[in-house]
Structures are given as structure tokens and as C-alpha cells.
């Protein structure tokens, strides 16, 4: 997959440079709004991030020039900005998702995830896990033949967001800014990350044992697995 | 009231007061205007009288020792003459009574003695009073139905007057006062009046508009760019350390220390997010378009929530009384100020403590509260509580920086809700929300 990374700021798109690639992915990256613009109008990309607060360029008509020039390319804004209309203007004019900085690199990848899921169409995602078959299209899991429904909405996401980046240990503010990202509040403690993995297992356990959850001593909770 | 209405209604008042007064005062007007009238009139006739007997000679009339009299056939006047004692002297007008032909009959009389020759003689002069009196009534009534008829003429007049005058004061109102929906702001438009006073207002209001709207211009810009300054360097350091977890030759150790980093990255993202929130409510840049019903929201919260009532099994009990469809709020901000109330009740609750939420009509206002069982809160301190930044002396050891309460407030103060505490402490807090109407679509 081709990515389009347009960021100012060298730092910061040094980094998803260094991320992206690891995952596997094709990274072009530029600093500016005008070599963004020529990049664009000569290359496809599947994947475009686009930074708003662009100093040299308005970051939305750059929006426009992608949905004209890169008609299959899904666009992901990334701001730092706090217009609270922004969100919706860059829906509108065609992005696909929009993210507000400080993101998570794991979270980005989660979106990324997301959309060639709806764009692309992926066939049934289901992975195997010692019997149990998560299927992440219809958010399912089943234990052999037998379902597993006792799950809930939110138990299902924390095991998807494990699984999406599955051997890699995720620690509970991770978790908990995927789980709770949307609500504001005045913790800085995500402790209750440990009572929804610990009614996972309970729940899991009611079929066999879910030794791929593992606790990271200090750190977090990975999915170990080699599906 | 309007100002117009007033004016017009106190114009009426005064005016009818008068005319009511003027009214009432009339017959005794009327009653002296027509005595004094009737006394001029007896006079001349006696002067003319007196003017015939010098010419003339007492002769004309009496003759001898008889007496002279003489009236109208319907014996509304009369006029006597008498020879009277020598000694007798009498000049006055006064009503008495007088007897003429079995009728006795109300006077007004002139009486007068005079002398003509060593003889003296008595003269009267009498106009029945019911003749002088016959006209008040009539003229009362006319005067009545006149100046009511000026009255009302003038009362529609005034009214047509002032609300021309007062023109300019509505168009002040209807255009910049009411329909102001703030922060848009529409550019200025001048009213045309010619009452300098209108014109001060209208330039007043005009400047304070552009003073406040410079001011939440200002601090638009300032939230942007503080928000972009401030989140990008965050933005920077939690790709990093993320990227840093990942490499394999980072040690279990170095791990350990990165998470702490983590940590206390998240709570300064955390701060700079809870507060830009603020800043943003306090600036209306949000929308209220959102709808939703009470069970609807309570029920999200109660899903978003559940997972944090295990710790210290907490029982949470949703009491939806009366379901309402709410309107014209934000969602996503009422959600946070229910989600952060209930979050507090939860923290500073005691093990297998209680939580009531509860929704329900209440002396005509829809309210929303949310009871526990925790720790309460001191009487000294219930007045700080939703200041930013002002932990409670029992929270020190909690997790938080003292900005969930002012959340809660500024969404409160957005949606012009009216929140209540009631507290005692070592038994529980009851945060109370009370809707303004404009939120309530429809009871379902």
C-alpha cells in the first residue's frame, strides 16, 4: 500500500514514516503544501494523511485537489487544530477520517485498518486463536461451532484493537484512549482497562482456557498468537 | 409590559382619571355658574324696576296700600311688590320657599326694600330653582359623551404616535437584542431614527456587539493556536515513545520507564484537551442541533460506565421516571457531563456503595440527579468545587487534576442547565440538573 504522508512538522512525520514502514507499508513524505500539491497530481496513492495546519498551504484545498487527482486514494486528516467545524468541513469535502492530534500511532493504524476494510471489501477476517474464531468483519467469536455472546460491545473492541496489533504489547493507556477516546474526562489512570480484560478471560474461559491473552508484567496486555 | 403598551395604558389611566374628576365636578360647576347667572339676572330686573318707580312713580304698581304681584303662568317666576313696615330693611337673594296658588314652590328671591316717599316698600323678585337647575343634567351628559369621545380619539392617537416614536427602540430590539444568537454576529446596520436617544442606544449596543465579538474572535484564534502549539510537541513525543516500544533492543527496564513517560504524557494530554474543552464550550463554538431521549443517553452512559462500578462493586440504579425526548442540546457534551458526574459518584464512593440516577418531572422542571453513597462533600467547601484546578482536601490521593466538576459546569452553563449540590458528609452528594424548558421536546 502507497502512503502519501503530508506533515510539517519533520518530527512528527519522521516518526509515522518509521511506523507505517514497519507495518509494511510504502511511505512518501512531504513537509510542505506545494510539493504535496505536485505529488498528488503525478502519483496514485491508496492512503493519503493529511496535516491541516500547513504553513505554506490551506490544508483543505489540498483535500479538494486529492479527492479530484486521487479519486481512489482514502484520505485521513490529521490536526492539531482546534476548530471544532474542521471536523465536519474535512468530512464533507471527502476525507475519510479525521484525526485529532495527540493520536496514537496504534490508533491511526486501527483507522487505517478500518477503512480498507469498507473501501476495499476484505473477505471474511476471521483469525484463529487455539479454537477461538474472532471474526473481525462481523465482530463475532465463536469457540469452534459453539458462539461466544456473553461478549460485549466494548470487551469486543479491546480484543480487536489487541488483535490488530497482535504480539505487540499494548499498555492500558493505549487501550484506554481506544476504548474511551471520546469521552472527556478528568482521570489519567486507566486501571479499569484490568476489569475488562479480567471479564474477557472470565467469559473466555467458559470454554477453554485464553492463554494467547497475556498480561505484560507492568507494561500491558498483548495477543500472542502466530495466525 | 412594552414600553408602548405602557405608555399607552397609563396615557388612558390618567386621562380617563381626569375626565372622570372633571365630570363629577361638573353639576356643582354648573349649579354656581347658573346661581351666579340667576343673581345677575334678578338684579337687573331689579334695577329696572327700581328705574320704572323713580321714573314712573311707585303708582304704576301699587296704589294705596295694596300689594302687587305677578307671575308667569307656569310659575317659574314671579315678581311681588309690598308696602313694608317703616323700619324694615332687607337686601338679599336667598331660596325659600313661597306659596303661590296652593303650590309651594322653591325660590330663588331677590328681596329688597326701598323708599318712595316716607313709604317703604318690600320688593321680590323669585325664579323657581327647579327652572334654574334644569339644565345641569343634560349638560353633564353632553360633556360627558364629548370628552370621552376626545378621550378615545386621543387615546388612538397617542397610540399611533408613540408607536411610531417608539419604532426605532423595536427595531433595536427585534434585530439586535433578541434574535442575537451569539457568537454570529451580522454586520451592522444603522437604525434610522431621529430621537437621539434611540441613536445612542443603537450605537452602544452596537460597539459592545463588536467589543465582545473581537473578544471571542480573539480567543478563537488564541484556543487554535494554543491547541496546535500545545499538541503538536505532545503529538511528537507519543509517536516516539510508541515507536520506542517497538524496537527490540530496547530493555525490559528502559520499558518500564518508558511507560512512566507514557503515563505522565497522557495526563499532560489529558489537561491541555480537558481545558482547550472548556475554553471552546465558553467560546459557543459548539452546536446545540443534537435530539435524544433521557432512557436513550442514560443508557449509553450506563454501557460506557458499567465497567468501572466492578472495583468497588458498585450497584448503579437507572430510575427514568419520565422519558423525555431533549432537544436542541449537544450530545456529545451532555454525555461528558453525565459520564464525568457519574465517574466522580463512582471514585469517591465507598465499597459496595449505591448510585441513583434518576430522571423525572419536579415542581414543573425536568431533572436529572445523580445520588451516592461516597464520602460527601465538606460544607466549606461546596462553594469551590466547580473552580478549575481545586481538588477536594479527602481527593489528594485520586487519580485527577480537579477538572471533571468544571467540565461538568461549563457544559452546564452551555446548555443553560441549573445544577444543585446537596451533601452531607460520610453518607453521599446529590448533584441535581435541571433542564431549562427549551430542552424538552415532549414527554414520551
Same mark, same amino acid.
Given at each position: 500500500?502507497n502512503i502519501l504522508i503530508i506533515e510539517d512538522e519533520k518530527a512528527l512525520a519522521q516518526e509515522l514514516e518509521?511506523?507505517l514502514?514497519?507495518?509494511?507499508?510504502?511511505c512518501e513524505v512531504c513537509y510542505n503544501g506545494s510539493s504535496a500539491s505536485e505529488k498528488i497530481a503525478v502519483n496514485l496513492y491508496d492512503f493519503i494523511l493529511l496535516d491541516l495546519g500547513l504553513p505554506d498551504y490551506e490544508g483543505l484545498d489540498l483535500l479538494k485537489e486529492a479527492r479530484q487527482t486521487n479519486p481512489?486514494a482514502a484520505c485521513i486528516i490529521l490536526t492539531a487544530r482546534a476548530e471544532?467545524n474542521d471536523r465536519?468541513i474535512g468530512l464533507d469535502l471527502g476525507a475519510d477520517d479525521y484525526l485529532a492530534k495527540?493520536?496514537?500511532?496504534?490508533?491511526?493504524?486501527?483507522?487505517?485498518?478500518?477503512?480498507?476494510?469498507?473501501?476495499?471489501?476484505?473477505?471474511?477476517?476471521?483469525?484463529?486463536?487455539?479454537?477461538?474464531?474472532?471474526?473481525?468483519?462481523?465482530?463475532?467469536?465463536?469457540?469452534?461451532?459453539?458462539?461466544?455472546?456473553?461478549?460485549?460491545?466494548?470487551?469486543?473492541?479491546?480484543?480487536?484493537?489487541?488483535?490488530?496489533?497482535?504480539?505487540?504489547?499494548?499498555?492500558?493507556?493505549?487501550?484506554?484512549?481506544?476504548?474511551?477516546?471520546?469521552?472527556?474526562?478528568?482521570?489519567?489512570?486507566?486501571?479499569?482497562?484490568?476489569?475488562?480484560?479480567?471479564?474477557?478471560?472470565?467469559?473466555?474461559?467458559?470454554?477453554?482456557?485464553?492463554?494467547?491473552?497475556?498480561?505484560?508484567?507492568?507494561?500491558?496486555?498483548?495477543?500472542?498468537?502466530?495466525? | 409590559? &412594552?414600553?408602548?403598551?405602557?405608555?399607552?395604558?397609563? !396615557?388612558?389611566?390618567?386621562?380617563?382619571?381626569?375626565?372622570?374628576?372633571?365630570?363629577?365636578?361638573?353639576?356643582?360647576?354648573?349649579? !354656581?355658574?347658573?346661581?351666579?347667572?340667576?343673581?345677575?339676572?334678578?338684579?337687573?330686573?331689579?334695577?329696572?324696576?327700581?328705574?320704572?318707580?323713580?321714573?314712573?312713580?311707585?303708582?304704576?304698581?301699587? #296704589?294705596?296700600?295694596?300689594?302687587?304681584?305677578?307671575?308667569?303662568?307656569?310659575?317659574?317666576?314671579?315678581?311681588?311688590?309690598?308696602?313694608?313696615?317703616?323700619?324694615?330693611?332687607?337686601?338679599?337673594?336667598?331660596?325659600?320657599?313661597?306659596?303661590?296658588?296652593?303650590?309651594?314652590?322653591?325660590?330663588?328671591?331677590?328681596?329688597?326694600?326701598?323708599?318712595?316717599?316716607?313709604?317703604?316698600?318690600?320688593?321680590?323678585?323669585?325664579?323657581?330653582?327647579?327652572?334654574?337647575?334644569?339644565?345641569?343634567?343634560?349638560?353633564? !351628559?353632553?360633556?360627558?359623551?364629548?370628552?370621552?369621545?376626545?378621550?378615545?380619539?386621543?387615546?388612538?392617537? +397617542?397610540?399611533?404616535?408613540?408607536?411610531?416614536?417608539?419604532?426605532?427602540?423595536?427595531?433595536?430590539?427585534?434585530?439586535?437584542?433578541?434574535?442575537?444568537?451569539?457568537?454570529?454576529?451580522?454586520?451592522?446596520?444603522?437604525?434610522?431614527?431621529?430621537?437621539? #436617544?434611540?441613536?445612542?442606544?443603537?450605537?452602544?449596543?452596537?460597539?459592545?456587539?463588536?467589543?465582545?465579538?473581537?473578544?471571542?474572535?480573539?480567543?478563537?484564534?488564541?484556543?487554535s493556536n494554543?491547541s496546535h502549539e500545545?499538541m503538536t510537541?505532545?503529538s511528537i513525543?507519543?509517536?516516539?515513545? @510508541?515507536?520506542?516500544?517497538?524496537?527490540?533492543?530496547?530493555?525490559?527496564?528502559?520499558?518500564?520507564?518508558?511507560?512512566?513517560?507514557? &503515563?505522565?504524557?497522557?495526563?499532560?494530554?489529558?489537561?491541555?484537551?480537558?481545558?482547550?474543552?472548556?475554553?471552546?464550550? @465558553?467560546?459557543?463554538?459548539?452546536?446545540?442541533?443534537?435530539?435524544?431521549?433521557?432512557?436513550?443517553?442514560?443508557?449509553?452512559?450506563?454501557?460506557?460506565?458499567?465497567?468501572?462500578?466492578? +472495583?468497588?462493586?458498585?450497584?448503579?440504579?437507572?430510575?427514568?421516571? +419520565?422519558?423525555?425526548?431533549?432537544?436542541?442540546? !449537544?450530545?456529545?457534551?451532555?454525555?461528558?457531563?453525565?459520564?464525568?458526574?457519574?465517574?466522580?459518584?463512582?471514585?469517591?464512593?465507598?465499597?459496595?456503595?449505591?448510585?441513583?440516577?434518576?430522571?423525572?418531572?419536579?415542581?414543573?422542571?425536568?431533572?436529572?440527579?445523580?445520588? +451516592?453513597?461516597?464520602?460527601?462533600?465538606?460544607?466549606?467547601?461546596?462553594?469551590?468545587?466547580?473552580?478549575?484546578?481545586?481538588?477536594?482536601?479527602?481527593?489528594?490521593?485520586?487519580?485527577?487534576?480537579?477538572?471533571?466538576?468544571?467540565?461538568?459546569?461549563?457544559?452546564?452553563?452551555?446548555?443553560?442547565?441549573?445544577?444543585?449540590?446537596?451533601?452531607?458528609?460520610?453518607?453521599?452528594?446529590?448533584?441535581?440538573?435541571?433542564?431549562?424548558?427549551?430542552?424538552?421536546?415532549?414527554?414520551?
Amino acid at each position: 500500500m502507497n502512503i502519501l504522508i503530508i506533515e510539517d512538522e519533520k518530527a512528527l512525520a519522521q516518526e509515522l514514516e518509521l511506523f507505517l514502514t514497519k507495518n509494511n507499508y510504502v511511505c512518501e513524505v512531504c513537509y510542505n503544501g506545494s510539493s504535496a500539491s505536485e505529488k498528488i497530481a503525478v502519483n496514485l496513492y491508496d492512503f493519503i494523511l493529511l496535516d491541516l495546519g500547513l504553513p505554506d498551504y490551506e490544508g483543505l484545498d489540498l483535500l479538494k485537489e486529492a479527492r479530484q487527482t486521487n479519486p481512489e486514494a482514502a484520505c485521513i486528516i490529521l490536526t492539531a487544530r482546534a476548530e471544532v467545524n474542521d471536523r465536519v468541513i474535512g468530512l464533507d469535502l471527502g476525507a475519510d477520517d479525521y484525526l485529532a492530534k495527540p493520536f496514537s500511532l496504534l490508533e491511526l493504524q486501527s483507522r487505517m485498518q478500518a477503512i480498507i476494510r469498507r473501501k476495499f471489501g476484505v473477505p471474511q477476517n476471521v483469525v484463529d486463536l487455539d479454537g477461538f474464531l474472532v471474526n473481525l468483519t462481523d465482530r463475532t467469536i465463536m469457540y469452534h461451532v459453539n458462539p461466544v455472546n456473553t461478549i460485549t460491545k466494548k470487551e469486543f473492541d479491546l480484543l480487536a484493537y489487541l488483535l490488530l496489533h497482535k504480539n505487540r504489547t499494548l499498555t492500558r493507556a493505549q487501550l484506554g484512549e481506544h476504548i474511551w477516546g471520546s469521552v472527556i474526562n478528568d482521570d489519567y489512570d486507566s486501571n479499569f482497562i484490568d476489569a475488562h480484560i479480567k471479564n474477557i478471560r472470565k467469559k473466555l474461559s467458559a470454554f477453554a482456557p485464553a492463554e494467547w491473552l497475556e498480561t505484560v508484567r507492568g507494561l500491558g496486555y498483548r495477543i500472542k498468537t502466530n495466525a | 409590559m &412594552k414600553l408602548q403598551t405602557k405608555l399607552t395604558f397609563f !396615557n388612558a389611566i390618567s386621562k380617563l382619571v381626569i375626565v372622570t374628576l372633571f365630570v363629577l365636578l361638573l353639576p356643582g360647576v354648573i349649579e !354656581n355658574i347658573n346661581k351666579s347667572y340667576t343673581d345677575d339676572r334678578l338684579i337687573k330686573q331689579k334695577d329696572k324696576l327700581l328705574e320704572i318707580v323713580q321714573q314712573q312713580g311707585i303708582k304704576t304698581y301699587i #296704589d294705596g296700600d295694596e300689594s302687587y304681584g305677578s307671575y308667569l303662568p307656569l310659575k317659574e317666576e314671579y315678581i311681588s311688590l309690598d308696602v313694608a313696615p317703616p323700619k324694615y330693611h332687607l337686601d338679599t337673594i336667598q331660596n325659600e320657599k313661597r306659596m303661590v296658588e296652593q303650590d309651594t314652590i322653591d325660590y330663588r328671591i331677590l328681596s329688597h326694600t326701598f323708599k318712595v316717599g316716607k313709604k317703604n316698600y318690600l320688593l321680590e323678585i323669585g325664579k323657581s330653582t327647579e327652572s334654574i337647575g334644569e339644565t345641569t343634567k343634560p349638560l353633564q !351628559n353632553i360633556a360627558f359623551q364629548i370628552l370621552i369621545g376626545m378621550v378615545l380619539l386621543t387615546i388612538l392617537a +397617542d397610540q399611533a404616535f408613540s408607536s411610531y416614536i417608539l419604532r426605532p427602540l423595536n427595531i433595536i430590539i427585534r434585530t439586535k437584542l433578541v434574535s442575537k444568537k451569539f457568537p454570529s454576529f451580522t454586520a451592522y446596520k444603522q437604525v434610522r431614527t431621529t430621537t437621539s #436617544d434611540f441613536q445612542h442606544l443603537d450605537i452602544s449596543i452596537h460597539k459592545m456587539v463588536e467589543a465582545i465579538e473581537k473578544a471571542f474572535q480573539k480567543e478563537r484564534e488564541f484556543i487554535s493556536n494554543a491547541s496546535h502549539e500545545l499538541m503538536t510537541p505532545i503529538s511528537i513525543m507519543q509517536s516516539k515513545i @510508541e515507536n520506542m516500544f517497538e524496537q527490540d533492543d530496547v530493555a525490559d527496564e528502559t520499558k518500564l520507564r518508558l511507560l512512566e513517560m507514557q &503515563k505522565i504524557l497522557y495526563r499532560l494530554k489529558s489537561i491541555t484537551k480537558t481545558l482547550l474543552l472548556i475554553s471552546q464550550i @465558553e467560546n459557543e463554538q459548539f452546536l446545540r442541533e443534537d435530539k435524544t431521549t433521557t432512557a436513550e443517553l442514560l443508557q449509553e452512559l450506563y454501557d460506557e460506565i458499567s465497567i468501572r462500578l466492578q +472495583d468497588k462493586n458498585i450497584s448503579l440504579v437507572l430510575l427514568v421516571t +419520565d422519558n423525555v425526548e431533549l432537544i436542541n442540546i !449537544n450530545k456529545f457534551l451532555l454525555f461528558n457531563l453525565l459520564f464525568n458526574l457519574v465517574n466522580n459518584a463512582i471514585k469517591y464512593n465507598r465499597t459496595d456503595g449505591e448510585i441513583t440516577v434518576s430522571a423525572r418531572w419536579h415542581n414543573g422542571r425536568y431533572q436529572v440527579s445523580i445520588a +451516592d453513597t461516597g464520602i460527601g462533600i465538606a460544607e466549606e467547601e461546596l462553594p469551590h468545587i466547580f473552580n478549575r484546578f481545586k481538588k477536594m482536601k479527602k481527593a489528594l490521593s485520586q487519580d485527577s487534576f480537579g477538572l471533571g466538576l468544571p467540565i461538568v459546569k461549563s457544559i452546564a452553563d452551555f446548555h443553560h442547565i441549573d445544577i444543585s449540590v446537596i451533601s452531607v458528609q460520610g453518607e453521599g452528594s446529590t448533584f441535581t440538573l435541571s433542564l431549562p424548558p427549551g430542552t424538552i421536546n415532549a414527554a414520551l
